[in-house]
């Protein structure tokens, strides 16, 4: 069975204070990676897609990075604009068009 | 912005009565999807759509019903609704720019029954 684990479940921040975010996967055959970020009371807002272990993506203060097992998100420098929750999904190979979502992380960037 | 619409946003109903939500696409995508979000559990697919009168089932599609009749219609109906069906409730396209394997979400539907 197709499972993806975030963690930490929640991570408090400095603004400024770099750090990272975890998501380990164990899927049959991996078609593709996805990071999303989710404001409360909003839908998920698409960030990277990731396809094979050592791509790696980048948009303004974030970075996402693959291996075999798992994926990170780098967040350098952050602001109080980088709270939200996080999220990571896998999509199996074979046609599959389910997304298998990890439980989120928290993340509070304090001024 | 994917131009996805739900409606209705909110909505309060009793254990027992019929529900239907719909999600509205402008883009004219082919693939379209309701997911369900509850606390402790990640983002789960209900059914999805990869067509006009073409659907397909999820990981928790009991008690769940889709239909497609229009490209940028997708409707989700609950036949009797159940109190385990409090949720938020979103509905995604899969996207067609690059990559076409993203998909992009609305703004969700918070359904309440009592």
């Known amino acids: 069975e197709d499972q993806v684990t975030q963690s930490p479940e929640a991570l408090r921040l400095q603004e400024g204070e770099s750090s990272s975010l975890n998501c380990s996967y164990t899927?049959?055959?991996?078609?593709?990676l996805f990071w999303y970020r989710q404001d409360p009371g909003k839908g998920p807002e698409f960030l990277f897609t990731?396809?094979?272990a050592g791509e790696e993506k980048e948009k303004e203060r974030l970075k996402a990075t693959l291996t075999k097992k798992e994926s990170f998100l780098h967040i350098t420098a952050p602001k109080p604009e980088d709270s939200a929750t996080y999220l990571c999904a896998v999509q199996a190979r074979g046609g599959s068009e389910k997304l298998v979502f990890g439980k989120g992380t928290k993340l509070t960037v304090n001024p | 912005d994917a131009g996805i619409t739900q409606s209705p946003r909110h909505k309060v109903t009793e254990t027992g009565t019929p529900v239907t939500l719909r999600c509205h696409q402008t883009?004219?995508?082919?693939?379209m999807y309701w997911y369900r979000q509850d606390p402790g559990h990640g983002l789960r697919l209900i059914h999805y759509s990869y067509g006009v009168k073409d659907t397909d089932k999820g990981e928790v599609s009991d008690g769940y019903s889709v239909s497609r009749s229009k490209t940028e219609d997708f409707l989700l109906t609950l036949e009797s609704a159940t109190s385990s069906q409090t949720s938020v409730y979103f509905c995604?396209?899969?996207?067609?720019?690059?990559?076409?394997?993203?998909?992009?979400f609305g703004p969700g539907t918070r359904l309440t029954v009592l």
């Open positions: 990731l396809y094979s």
């Open positions: 883009e004219n995508h082919r693939y």
């Open positions: 899927v049959s055959g991996l078609r593709g």
């Open positions: 995604a396209i899969r996207g067609a720019r690059g990559n076409n394997n993203e998909q992009f």
